[in-house]
């Protein structure tokens, strides 16, 4: 299992990724991020100032973390220090390694959310993830009408009363990983593509607009990220297996 839950964690020196795997990390913020001195030793100046601009304390330590980790897991892919993995950002902020100062065809991605946070790496394909916490705070109906596909309100709509808080984020976490894949940020409509809403969904992506041929092109499955989350991956292409 990829877990993380140890303030002291540090990567197998072995660490590998094959050409046909996506690996997958799950962070245990409630551990991990109290060690917030050890990992802020690892950020870039910028990660380092943007860290600072978080009014709360936790979602400081928690990105501090998150980003930490992403660094050091990366370092042990491409062979570098953690603080020296060399990264750029796409028009829509979606980051990157330097190409120009990695040979690594490595692409990865990263989400947190409350006390929880995932990591996906793949070799050669593009990947997106997503978590999110379940809140029962939030008008849902109201957020699905302004974001979600008519096909996807009526799914939701659909769903037993006492399952539509949990159907929303699963629908929530799929259409986000799916973009972050894309690497589009909300360029791309959230509402010019359908995914499915059954859990364990391992097939998501039902289609894609206007070129329906996209969907093809993608796998979108349902991963776990414990109770209270619901989380979704997007990895480019097929015949790949995922380790988590």
Not at 14 to 33: C, F, I, K, T
Not at 64 to 87: I, Q
Not at 103 to 124: D, I, P, Q, R
Not at 219 to 224: K, S, T
Request: hydrophobic share 40%.
């Amino acid at each position: 299992m990829l877990e993380i839950a140890d303030p002291q964690f540090q990567p197998a020196s072995g660490l590998s990724l094959r050409p046909d795997e996506v690996q997958l990390w799950r962070v245990d913020l409630n551990q991990v991020a109290p060690a917030e001195p050890r990992w802020r030793q690892l950020l870039s100046p910028d990660e380092a100032v943007r860290a600072d601009r978080f009014h709360f304390e936790r979602d400081r330590r928690n990105y501090t973390a998150t980003r930490a980790l992403l660094r050091m897991l990366l370092g042990k892919y491409v062979n570098s220090a953690p603080e020296r993995v060399p990264f750029v950002y796409g028009e829509r902020g979606k980051p990157a390694l330097d190409s120009n100062r990695s040979e690594t065809h490595l692409y990865f991605n990263v989400s947190h959310s409350g006390m929880k946070a995932l990591l996906a790496f793949a070799h050669g394909r593009e990947v997106g993830v997503d978590v999110e916490q379940i809140r029962n705070n939030l008008d849902h109906q109201g957020l699905a009408r302004r974001f979600f596909s008519p096909a996807e309100q009526q799914a939701l709509a659909a769903l037993p009363r006492s399952e539509q808080c949990a159907g929303f984020f699963r629908c929530w976490t799929r259409k986000e990983a799916y973009i972050k894949a894309q690497g589009a940020g909300f360029s791309l409509p959230l509402d010019g593509f359908d995914v499915s809403l059954l859990p364990g969904e391992q097939n998501a992506l039902l289609a894609t607009r206007p070129d329906a041929g996209e969907a093809s092109l993608w796998c979108l499955c349902e991963v776990a990220a414990g109770q209270g989350y619901e989380a979704a991956l997007c990895v480019r292409g097929h015949g790949w297996r995922l380790r988590c």
